[in-house]
């Protein structure tokens, strides 16, 4: 279930690459390579943190294009990962604190990524 969290992400993740760099196709298969390792999140903040600023072929902001990133992880992946472990937990006989815990560092990852959306914007 996970890995079909984790690829709808992926998935929803090259679609914005490909909205915000289909005018340069080398800079979306750059992006769709960063996605499919696991490293647009630090090449998003590369790019904010550099500040690099938003070329003609690109649709968004590197500012933006990081918050929709991030939010497309809570949203698609985090909390669905969520509350399936919530549910294999209720379905368990025997609860284990690795389970409780599994579940609290989610909650506190997507506690604290909503926490860094808001204050990229403040």
């Known amino acids: 279930t996970n890995a079909w969290l984790i690829g709808l992400t992926m998935m929803a993740q090259i679609l914005v690459a490909y909205g915000q760099n289909s005018k340069k196709l080398s800079y979306f298969f750059q992006d769709t390579l960063f996605i499919l390792i696991g490293f647009k999140p630090a090449l998003d903040a590369y790019r ?9 072929h690109q649709l968004i902001s590197p500012l933006h294009e990081m918050t929709f990133s991030k939010a497309m992880e809570v949203v698609f992946e985090a909390i669905p990962s969520s509350i399936v472990q919530i549910y294999a937990l209720l379905l368990k006989k025997d609860r284990g604190l690795d389970a409780v815990a599994s579940i609290l560092v989610s909650a506190l990852t997507i506690s604290f990524t909503s926490s860094m959306i808001s204050y990229d914007w403040d």
Request: glycine content about 22%.
């Open 48 to 56: 904010v943190g550099s500040g690099a600023e938003q070329e003609n």
